[in-house]
């Protein structure tokens, strides 16, 4: 039966991917660009049992806002993509992803090099998005985890909101999890695992599977007060200001998982 669920799960996932590459190509042919909408990724989230839970209020204001939650799956994508109408920010490895690479340049997703020599190019790119009033998502970590910690967020990624300037803000997002396959995510294990992709052992496709044939997950997505940029000295200050309010809602639900 869980088997079933797994290939209708994907089968379906298949098809939207088709339909969105489909209207992406179409939209090329009359000159216009089509990305995917939160309204997409809420469909996937509801096929593939992702539940998510928004708890407080996504920073809402006419200057772009950057986001900077912790990341614990490619799943979080989806997750976060179904309540944001912001662009994300990856690293280039992704664009390369079977059939999720795509999907990341339709959604017109940033690739940044992780390297010292590509990373000023990139910040400046960021900053300009931002100056164009379109918000940003941002793994800070740099990495995925199991999501009961959250690593040292990465300082140079906040250069962009100092280059920027001009009253962009920076609201920290702490990812949990409440649930996965019907049972409380106890400790760093298989079920926990069964959403986390963080382990260098686990490919994407073999993990897809195991989730598509779960009963899905419980996520709450925890937008927590934004940061001014102006009130910190320097993007290490923001850096440690943003992973500290992270990691307090993290750290906090780890005993209830």
Not at 164 to 173: D, L, R, S, T
Request: include cysteine.
């Amino acid at each position: 039966m869980r088997a079933f669920i797994g290939i209708a799960r994907l089968l379906v996932l298949l098809l939207t991917s088709v339909s969105v590459i489909t209207l992406h190509l179409l939209a090329r042919l009359v000159g216009k660009q089509w990305c995917m909408s939160p309204r997409v990724y809420a469909f996937i989230c509801w096929f593939m049992a992702i539940r998510v839970h928004v708890k407080g209020t996504p920073q809402n204001s006419a200057n772009a806002v950057l986001f900077v939650p912790n990341h614990i799956s490619y799943l979080d994508i989806v997750a976060l993509g179904s309540i944001l109408d912001a662009r994300f920010v990856a690293k280039s490895e992704v664009a390369g992803w079977p059939l999720f690479g795509l999907l990341s340049k339709i959604q017109n997703t940033v690739f940044i090099r992780r390297t010292r020599s590509a990373l000023e190019g990139a910040m400046h790119e960021l900053a300009k998005i931002l100056k164009s009033g379109i918000s940003l998502i941002v793994f800070a970590e740099g990495t995925s985890t199991n999501g009961l910690a959250v690593k040292p967020f990465k300082p140079g990624l906040f250069d962009a909101v100092f280059e920027a300037g001009g009253g962009i803000m920076v609201q920290p997002v702490a990812l949990t999890i409440q649930s996965i396959d019907g049972k409380a995510p106890m400790g760093d294990g298989p079920t926990r695992n069964m959403y986390a992709w963080w382990r260098p052992e686990d490919t994407l496709v073999p993990h897809l599977w195991a989730f598509a044939c779960s009963k899905g997950t419980d996520v709450a997505v925890n937008f927590l007060p934004v940061l001014s940029p102006q009130e910190y000295a320097d993007r290490k200050a923001l850096a440690a200001a943003a992973h500290r309010a992270v990691s307090q809602v993290v750290e906090a639900a780890a005993p209830l998982g």
